[in-house]
């Protein structure tokens, strides 16, 4: 028995996602100090609710006396534009290749699929810290290399419903009447793929936002002082004791956010499947 629905889960995981989105687009606006300015008068000031916290900074202030909803603020616009992007970079290169592998067969497909099972023997993580460890941790770079690591899950799925599909009558009718291939690949095979990369890409970006924050953590994502969850995470690191609330409110930020798109994408996911849910 499910505790909750398909429908209950897409809806918290809309609210929660919204509500994320809206803070990342309007961060300018929201934010009620620079969250780059420091004050050391105001270092480690702890939240408004504890002893000595104080209104003018509503959940406390960094080591570097900079306010720390601020820096949240901000932060979920650079970890939510890194996991949407490197989910769409993901996305084309995968089922570009999918397409090509499935519709074409013969040495594309054991070019492409061969490929597909030698990078899964890589653990993705690591690609990516090897990656930005030699190239730098810039936007463009991490997000290249997150988009890059993800591709196979998307290459493996397009391939067998690419197979599947162009069995179908209507596909064999548009093959028949002359279409080329890209025409038949991109007006009647793609299309039909539609609602389960919907849910493969909504799913995947709450493990790219993850593996963002795993890299800023250890230093390897985008360099301090940017204003990332997975830097103020690795920054309340060292001060857990004095000032465990850095740590804890960006580990919550990100908590809420992945459970967010997780809850989206399983709804989703029942709801395009409901045969599937039913087995669980």
Do not use: C
């Not at 064999?172 to 991109?186: H, K």
């Not at 799913?203 to 800023?216: D, F, Y």
């Amino acid at each position: 028995m499910r505790i909750f629905g398909p429908h209950l889960k897409i809806t918290i995981g809309v609210v929660l996602v919204v509500g994320m989105a809206f803070v990342a687009i309007f961060a300018d606006w929201l934010a009620p100090h620079d969250p780059y300015a420091q004050n050391l008068m105001l270092r480690l000031r702890p939240p408004v609710w504890a002893d000595r916290g104080s209104w003018a900074h509503p959940l406390g202030t960094d080591n570097f006396g900079r306010d720390l909803l601020s820096r949240l603020i901000h932060g979920s616009r650079l970890s939510i534009a890194v996991g949407l992007l490197a989910m769409a970079v993901a996305l084309t290169i995968g089922t570009v290749l999918g397409l090509l592998a499935g519709y074409l067969g013969g040495r594309v497909e054991q070019l492409i699929m061969r490929f597909a099972d030698a990078y899964q023997a890589i653990p993705e993580i690591l690609l990516a810290i090897v990656v930005v460890a030699v190239f730098g941790g810039g936007l463009t770079v991490l997000i290249l290399v997150l988009g890059f690591a993800g591709w196979e899950t998307y290459t493996r799925v397009v391939f067998n419903l690419t197979r599947s599909l162009r069995e179908r009558p209507f596909v064999e009718a548009a093959i028949a009447s002359g279409a080329g291939g890209r025409y038949v690949m991109l007006r009647h095979i793609l299309p039909q793929m539609a609602p389960v990369l919907t849910v493969i890409a909504t799913l995947q970006v709450a493990q790219l936002i993850l593996q963002e924050t795993a890299l800023s953590f250890l230093g390897l994502g985008l360099p301090p002082p940017t204003a990332t969850w997975g830097n103020i995470l690795a920054e309340g690191r060292d001060r857990l004791l004095v000032a465990p609330w850095i740590a804890n409110l960006a580990g919550g930020a990100i908590i809420l956010l992945v459970l967010g798109v997780n809850l989206l994408g399983n709804g989703l996911r029942e709801t395009l499947d409901p045969k599937r849910a039913d087995r669980h």
